[in-house]
């Protein structure tokens, strides 16, 4: 019964039934605790799978190859972990593929992707490559975001025939994808004999990371190759339009999912409440979140966040306390979403009780909501506070925090503390170019023209250049992608126009561009 609930992924009445057994006084053997253990594997509960562990001693069975396996895929499973799992493996007398794949599985699980990649290597010694340890170590690959790594194991798989299983093809372009070499994985998708949907659904979720009309064309393909979209399509399509700001296409692909039938699913109306905030239709996202038959705490912090994206920081407090009435336990990037909210429309005393109140619900700190809670109250000038937090958090503050407080000095016009916050980031990245701009501007809204001109020459002399951004815009259905002084083609003056007509737009809704910083520093320094 165990090993049948275990199966059908019934893992919660597995453990029921071997509870029941235990109560009964029947005795289990390696193949019931094996199958036990996976079932507590796939709960992720690293305590209950301990006291099974526990009982695999008493019983004499710790030594069997079935419990050992599944031992090491507990425990390289649940985190924090996975020096237990190390441990179990490196007494194993004998290891098998199944042994070293599990391992290589939870290195790459556990974030220790070089780890996984080395114990793939040291298995090649005694063991065959099969598809699975191959899978699985190409996943790794990915996971550190090697091509380098992964086209070894690439040219490995096709000296042993094995690329043309589409598990390996699968993980491959995967791994071309996620380690941003998308021509190798174009390359090798047109190459496949053989895809399913896994397949396009990877190229198609690689591509809409960094190539958005690449990913759409290939979506636009499917059904030449008889291959039907689902939810997972979908979403992917749906978070590539939303971080493309591309309204007129996300409706469309919305537009598809009412035709299919999937609005019932829940991460595809995540991604469309954050594909409609992104786009800048806040109003879409609240008729999708509304219309949710089910919602976890994703779909509540997707809509936080468009909230407080869209400056709408009464109405994130108003859906917070909400959530809350609605029985769910927010976690730290729920908070988070809470008091960016406040942050951004200036509710510094309201985000300021919901940072105290973390501690009620068991949310300990971390550098993003500290840094955070230091832009709040740089927002609203409370410049010192600010400060004073930053020196009493539990650990040491990174750049994000430094950069939040000397972006407040900056927009206060509080010179010897946003000079201190400089000089912190330079200790912990000393060519951020960035940090020296806001530095100089400071001075000059200061008047201090010396100090401005001295940052200035410093800054051309550590030959610090500051990245180009990258802008996007869409002008009659077609997005342009430009930096500044960049020449776009033919369509420069389309992208000029539209430049104009959004730049008049500013100023007639009270825009007044910060000219505090701008002077003459000739005069100020000579």
Not at 146 to 175: E, P, R, W, Y
Not at 305 to 310: E, Q, W, Y
Request: glycine fraction near 10%; proline fraction near 2%.
């Amino acid at each position: 019964m165990v090993s049948g609930y275990t199966s059908n992924g019934r893992h919660d009445l597995a453990w029921v039934e071997f509870c029941e057994m235990k109560r009964e006084g029947v005795e289990p053997n390696a193949y019931t605790i094996s199958n036990v253990l996976k079932a507590c594997k796939a709960m992720e509960w690293r305590s209950r799978g301990a006291g099974v562990h526990g009982l695999a001693i008493k019983s004499g069975f710790d030594g069997s190859m079935y419990v050992e396996n599944a031992l090491v895929d507990l425990y390289a499973t649940c985190r924090g972990s996975l020096n237990d799992a190390c441990s179990i493996f490196e007494r194993m007398k004998v290891k098998t593929a199944v042994s070293w794949t599990t391992m290589i599985a939870g290195y790459t699980r556990q974030g220790e992707g070089y780890t996984g990649i080395q114990a793939f290597r040291q298995m090649l010694q005694d063991t065959e490559l099969n598809p699975f340890n191959c899978s699985i170590a190409i996943k790794a690959c990915a996971s550190v975001g090697s091509a380098f790594l992964g086209k070894q194991i690439h040219a490995a798989t096709t000296t042993s025939g094995l690329d043309s299983n589409l598990i390996v093809a699968n993980s491959l372009v995967d791994m071309y994808c996620r380690s941003m070499s998308l021509s190798e994985a174009k390359q090798y998708f047109d190459r496949m004999h053989k895809r399913d949907l896994v397949t396009w659904n990877t190229i198609i979720a690689g591509f809409g990371k960094y190539s958005f009309h690449e990913s759409l064309h290939l979506f636009s393909k499917m059904p030449l190759h008889d291959m039907k979209p689902n939810c997972f399509t979908f979403t992917s399509i749906a978070a590539s339009c939303g971080d493309m700001a591309i309204l007129h296409c996300g409706q469309q692909v919305h537009a598809g999912i009412i035709r299919r039938g999937f609005c019932s699913n829940l991460p595809l109306g995540n991604a469309l409440i954050d594909m409609y905030a992104k786009c800048g239709s806040i109003v879409d996202s609240c008729r999708v979140f509304s219309a949710m038959d089910q919602r976890d705490l994703l779909s509540w912090t997707s809509m936080l966040v468009g909230f407080g994206n869209h400056g709408f920081g009464r109405e994130a407090i108003d859906l917070f306390n909400d959530m809350l009435r609605q029985g769910f336990q927010p976690d730290q990037v729920a908070f988070l979403s809470v008091l960016s909210a406040c942050s951004h429309a200036g509710l510094v005393d309201e985000g300021l009780k919901y940072f105290r109140s973390m501690g009620d619900y068991g949310i300990s700190l971390n550098l993003d909501i500290c840094g955070c809670v230091v832009d709040l109250l740089g927002r609203g000038g409370r410049i010192k506070e600010a400060y004073e937090l930053i020196q009493g958090m539990p650990f040491e503050p990174d750049v994000s925090v430094w950069g939040a407080l000397l972006g407040a000095c900056k927009a206060h016009g509080v010179k010897d503390l946003g000079v201190l916050a400089a000089n912190k980031i330079f200790n912990l990245r000393p060519k951020g170019a960035e940090t020296y701009i806001i530095l100089s501007n400071i001075y000059a809204a200061d008047g201090k023209w010396d100090e401005f001109a001295e940052t200035r020459r410093m800054l051309r002399g550590m030959g610090s250049k500051k990245d180009a951004g990258r802008s996007w815009i869409e002008v009659r259905n077609q997005v342009y992608s430009f930096v500044v002084g960049e020449r776009i083609g033919p369509h420069m003056e389309l992208v000029y126009e539209e430049l104009a007509r959004l730049l008049e737009h500013l100023r007639d809704t009270g825009y007044v561009p910060d000219l505090k910083c701008v002077g003459n520093s000739e005069e100020g320094t000579s």
